[in-house]
């Protein structure tokens, strides 16, 4: 398998950044999920599961370090307020620490399957990057495993040409100058099914079909032991 396409989101829930090359450490790639946008009345981080407008704006890192929100009518910005006259809400962007000292909350329904869902649950992030789980650093997913369905709804950093992703767990592979071992596949929730710029559609069948004919997880983690970089065309070499 190779290297497809690499993508990096910025600000959790938001659409990202696709990428020729990423540098890649412990905490994955470079600027993912260093920003996340917060309900500033409940404290909760938001994402598309409870908040599906955030997946109409999108992220970009700036040379200085900073990130900028491209709202969907065109408007850049980082300012709080313009943020919260979009999303209807009080809300902050703030920036993960490098200590990871406390884990955010997020809120996610009760039953993921449920298209319309009433019923919510408060879960807890990663420590430091506002990834959904510690383990989970780096995902993959191939064009094998995608089939027919767009691979922006599963928002991968690394999307592979090829098949066979789901055999690496447990194994340590290279790609790029990156060492990588595989854990566990990684279980999918709501916002697989949330419209998205670019034509995607409201799809509740994609849940749907994960749930019935893979026990609902799709792609891969992977946490990276040695850093370095990947870029498009690497080719994935178990060792």
Not at 19 to 38: K, P, S
Request: include cysteine; charge should be negative.
């Amino acid at each position: 398998m190779r290297v497809l396409e690499l993508w990096r989101y910025p600000v959790k829930s938001l659409q990202g950044e696709r990428l020729a090359e990423a540098a890649i450490d412990a905490l994955g790639v470079a600027g993912d999920r260093r920003w996340a946008i917060f309900d500033r009345d409940t404290g909760l981080g938001l994402t598309a599961r409870r908040v599906p407008e955030l997946l109409f704006g999108s992220a970009r890192l700036r040379d200085d370090g900073g990130v900028d929100v491209v709202l969907p009518d065109g408007t850049v910005t980082s300012d709080d307020d313009v943020l919260s006259g979009w999303l209807d809400r009080r809300v902050e962007l703030r920036a993960a620490t490098e200590q990871g000292d406390v884990a955010p909350t997020y809120e996610a329904p009760a039953d993921e399957e449920v298209p319309d869902p009433t019923e919510w649950l408060q879960w807890e992030g990663a420590p430091g990057p506002f990834h959904d789980s510690p383990r989970i650093r780096l995902s993959l997913v191939s064009t094998g495993t995608l089939g027919t369905w767009d691979r922006r709804r599963f928002r991968a950093n690394v999307v592979l040409d090829g098949a066979g992703e789901d055999q690496l767990r447990g194994q340590e592979a290279d790609l790029g100058s990156v060492r990588l071992r595989f854990g566990v596949p990684i279980a999918r929730c709501v916002m697989t099914t949330r419209p998205q710029p670019g034509g995607i559609p409201r799809d509740t069948s994609v849940l749907k079909t994960i749930h019935r004919e893979r026990d609902g997880l799709l792609a891969v983690r992977a946490a990276v032991l040695e850093a370095g970089t990947v870029r498009t065309g690497d080719e994935l070499t178990p060792v």
